[in-house]
C-alpha cells in the first residue's frame, strides 16, 4: 500500500498564491509517477498536473499552464504544487494521486493511490 496525505489548502484571495504538499509513506515513493487532480463542485474530476518518476517531465493543463508548478522530492517522498496568480475557477477540492507503471498522466483511471483531498477555495 502507499498512503498519500494532502496538506495546504484554505482560502485566499484572487491573486494570492498556494501551495499544497502531497505525503507519500508505505511503499517506494521514486517508483511512482505522481499527479494532481481536482474537482470542482457540480464538475467532474480533472486533471491537473503530474510529474514523471523519471525523466523530470511535467506535464499541465491548459487552465493552469503557466501559474502551477509541480515539483517533487524523493528523499523527502513529498510531491508538490505551487499555484501563483489563483483565481475563483480554481476552487476545487486537489488531490494527489499516485501512478505505476503505464505510460499516460492525464486520465485519473490510471492512477494507482489517491489522497482524502485538501480544499482550495479562491475569493473574488
Known amino acids: 500500500q502507499l498512503q498519500l496525505v494532502e496538506s495546504g489548502g484554505g482560502v485566499v484571495q484572487a491573486g494570492a498564491s498556494l501551495r499544497l504538499s502531497c505525503a507519500a509513506s508505505g511503499r517506494r515513493f521514486d517508483s511512482y509517477a505522481m499527479g494532481w487532480f481536482r474537482q470542482a463542485p457540480g464538475k467532474e474530476r480533472e486533471f491537473v498536473a503530474a510529474f514523471s518518476w523519471a525523466g523530470d517531465w511535467r506535464y499541465y493543463s491548459d487552465s493552469v499552464k503557466g501559474r502551477f508548478t509541480i515539483s517533487r522530492d524523493n528523499a523527502k517522498n513529498t510531491v508538490s504544487l505551487q499555484m501563483n496568480n489563483l483565481n475563483t475557477d480554481d476552487t476545487a477540492v486537489y488531490y494527489c494521486?499516485?501512478?505505476?507503471?503505464?505510460?499516460?498522466?492525464?486520465?485519473?483511471?490510471?492512477?494507482?493511490?489517491w489522497g482524502q483531498g485538501t480544499q482550495v477555495t479562491v475569493a473574488s
Open positions: 494521486a499516485a501512478k505505476f507503471g503505464g505510460q499516460g498522466f492525464r486520465n485519473g483511471d490510471d492512477y494507482d493511490y
